[in-house]
């Protein structure tokens, strides 16, 4: 099973759906909790579904309970920015949610999308991983 992940920040549109396009992505996986920013530009929950489609030929799905809550959320980007409390609740909420339970499927050749340029301090990175360590057979690529 494989699993992609991608920011949309800094990169322009013709960038990112390059991306997922020469990946052979599957299906946009979206894993915002906010998917409607106006500061998302392309990335808007309505137009990235039109652009996956019309680019890309995939789906595009949204995922909220692989989100962090907007507590958690506002407490690192607007409070302390301890990366390692906020990897330890966020991975406490993903095993509160079970998400290891989820129909396997829905996942397998997706993208996970959020909005960090790099994936070191971001939360779709700790999804994969924790899938990974869960599913035992989940191979990462991060575009």
């Known amino acids: 099973m494989k699993i992609f992940t991608i920011g949309f920040t800094k990169k322009s549109a013709e960038r990112f759906f390059s991306k997922l396009k020469n990946a052979h992505v599957s299906k946009l996986v979206d894993v915002r909790l906010n998917n409607v920013s106006q500061l998302a530009g392309f990335s808007k929950k309505d137009d990235l579904s039109y652009f996956t489609k019309q680019i890309c030929g995939i789906e595009y799905v949204h995922l909220p309970q692989l989100a962090p809550t907007q507590d958690m959320l ?26 290891e339970d989820m129909d396997r499927s829905r996942l397998d050749g997706g993208c996970l999308l959020c909005s ?26 991060h575009l």
């Open 74 to 99: 506002d407490e690192y980007k607007k409070g302390s920015g301890d990366w390692a409390l906020y990897e330890r609740k966020f991975l406490d909420l993903m095993a509160s949610r079970h998400i």
């Open 116 to 141: 960090e340029d790099k994936p070191h301090h971001c939360h779709r990175r700790l999804v994969a991983e924790y899938l990974r360590d869960k599913w035992r057979d989940v191979e990462i690529e």
